[in-house]
């Protein structure tokens, strides 16, 4: 992050006693250092990060997070807020300042006959997915079911269904959103487009989101999909034959590649346990007869070690990786944007991608386009909607001892790959990369109009703890 974030938080509370006074309003729950219930509060997805926040509060509603709002300002107090935790720079909890912990708002109503939804920012997407899906509903969400939908949606929101209904910020209509003046505002088509439009892809800069509407659509509640494995020594063949085959895949079909050694998972038989693989991921979003069509040429290919492509519950394909990426490891992720793939880029990804010295870290390449391509670019502060593929190094370890290796083998492949890359990268797999990435991810149109709408919404910069939009811009 480019925030300094221990200089600008006071060490002593400048008012104590206002403090305590707004404190005692809330409706949720107070924890402060030495409470019960504290160290579990303060914990995100990634066991890397270890910080002491003065209060975190646990929002029983909107009424809390304007007087969080209001009392972060006043006292000049950093502010954090947390959806689902999984910032893997963990900017939902900071020290010695406010956390605004939106776990506990998990409302969810879905309108099936206008096929909306509205939805509290405490929700998972599993969650999500449950309430939907009992409607035979869903939107594009994320591919792990412990993700939050509030800080997915806000940076864009990329997943199997992506190709065909587009990212999630496309399926965002509405959203209610407390500024950093205090005052709540709902931002809409029709109401404070702007602010609608920088939400969609903006990230948390302009404010706390406390309910999102979405667009749903007719999806499964059975699906083709699951993976297909090939062994990595066949990685360079296996890759250029699925470069081709993805070329013309429908939009129905989303693939998602991962370079890895294959996990203890239940699903896969011992002897493949700790194989280094290419896992080639599926999901049809259309009827089980076409997909198995327009499958069966990517099922035949090759040899695969295993074949579990299968008519399953969306919901089930939405917890695959779920296991693999538990709370609590050490993350640190690297990332840019890819265009179609070169052989240059297929050879670099080979040779690094086993190279890692963790048997639990991967390296994951999001096939895009489809529907996301089918929304005028400037319609969302989402950005690149030409890229072809995200890919996202990931190292995971548990030892603190193996951290500099770990992280020495992500930038050294990132580094590798650079070249091939488009310059961009998506907001939400950015970690502590700087201002540089920042304004990488949205390119210099989006960034100037970004910092423009983070002057109208929150000149004093109080919502900062993020890939921050400055409100004024320092030249490039
Ligand atoms: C295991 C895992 C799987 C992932 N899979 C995907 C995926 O499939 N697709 C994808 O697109 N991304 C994916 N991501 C990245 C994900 O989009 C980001 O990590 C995102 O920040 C997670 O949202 P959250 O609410 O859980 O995060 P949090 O850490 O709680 O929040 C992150 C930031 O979002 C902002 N924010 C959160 N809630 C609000 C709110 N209500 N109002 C305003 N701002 C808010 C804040 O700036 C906050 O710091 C994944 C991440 C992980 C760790």
């Known amino acids: 992050m480019t925030y300094p ?43 890397m990060i270890d910080r002491h926040p003065a209060f975190i509060v646990r ?9 969080c709002v209001n009392l972060a300002r006043e006292q000049e107090l950093p502010i954090a807020i947390r959806g689902g935790g999984h910032n893997v720079a963990g900017s939902a909890v900071c020290d010695d300042g406010i956390v605004v912990d939106l776990t506990a708002m998990k409302g969810i109503e879905v309108d099936p006959g ?8 405490g929700l998972l997407w599993g969650e999500f997915d449950r309430e939907t899906q009992a409607f035979g509903l869903a939107t594009t969400g994320g591919i792990v079911t412990h993700t939050g939908i ?45 602010l609608l439009w920088g939400l969609r892809g903006g990230g948390g800069n302009f404010g ?43 939009d129905e079909l989303t693939t998602i590649v991962n370079l890895r050694k294959a996990p203890p998972a239940l699903f896969l038989p011992p002897h493949l346990h700790g194989r280094a693989v290419v896992v080639i991921a599926v999901c049809y979003a259309g009827s089980i007869d076409d997909g198995e ?32 990426v538990p709370h609590g490891l050490r993350y640190y992720w690297k990332s840019h944007y890819f265009g179609r793939l070169s052989d240059a880029a297929i050879d670099t990804l080979v040779a690094h991608a086993w190279q890692t010295p963790s048997p639990i870290s991967y390296t994951i390449l999001f096939h895009l386009g489809g529907a996301i391509r089918h929304v005028d670019g400037a319609a969302t502060a989402f950005e690149d909607r030409s890229a072809e593929h995200a890919l996202n190094i990931n190292a995971v ?16 492949f990132w580094e590798a790959t650079h070249p091939h890359s488009t310059g961009g990268v998506y907001v939400n797999f950015l970690g502590e990369d700087g201002e540089a990435r920042v304004r ?16 109208k919404y929150d000149p004093g910069n109080l919502f900062r703890l993020n890939q921050n939009i400055p409100a004024a811009l320092e030249p490039e």
Request: net charge neutral; proline share 6%; charged share 25%.
């Open 5 to 47: 974030e221990r200089a600008a938080a006071p060490a002593i509370l400048p008012d104590r006693t206002g403090v305590a006074s707004l404190m005692a309003g809330i409706r949720g729950v107070v924890f402060r250092p030495g409470d019960d219930g504290y160290d579990e509060a303060r914990k995100v997805w990634n066991g």
């Open 59 to 67: 929002c029983a509603g909107t009424a809390d997070v304007i007087a």
């Open 114 to 121: 206008d096929q909306t939804v509205r939805a509290r920012p």
């Open 150 to 194: 509030a800080g997915l949606t806000l940076g864009g929101g990329i997943g199997w269904l992506m190709r065909r209904h587009g990212l999630t910020c496309d399926n965002l209509v509405a959203a209610d959103v407390v500024l950093a003046d205090g005052q709540f505002l709902r931002a809409s088509e029709r109401e404070n487009a702007d």
């Open 208 to 250: 706390i989101v406390t309910a999102f509407q979405y667009r749903l659509h007719a999806v499964g509640p059975q699906v083709l999909a699951g993976a297909i494995l090939h062994p990595a020594e066949r990685a360079p063949e296996v890759l250029r034959f699925y470069r081709d085959y993805i070329a013309t895949a429908p």
């Open 293 to 324: 069509r327009i499958l069966a040429p990517l099922r035949r290919f090759g040899e695969p070690l295993i074949d579990l492509i299968e008519p399953k519950a969306y919901t089930a394909q939405q917890g695959m990786f779920d296991a693999s």
């Open 397 to 412: 370890w548990s030892d603190p001892q193996a951290t500099e290796a770990q992280v020495a083998w992500a930038q050294s």
């Open 440 to 455: 990488a991810a949205y390119g210099p149109d989006k960034y100037r109009r970004l910092a423009a709408l983070k002057r």
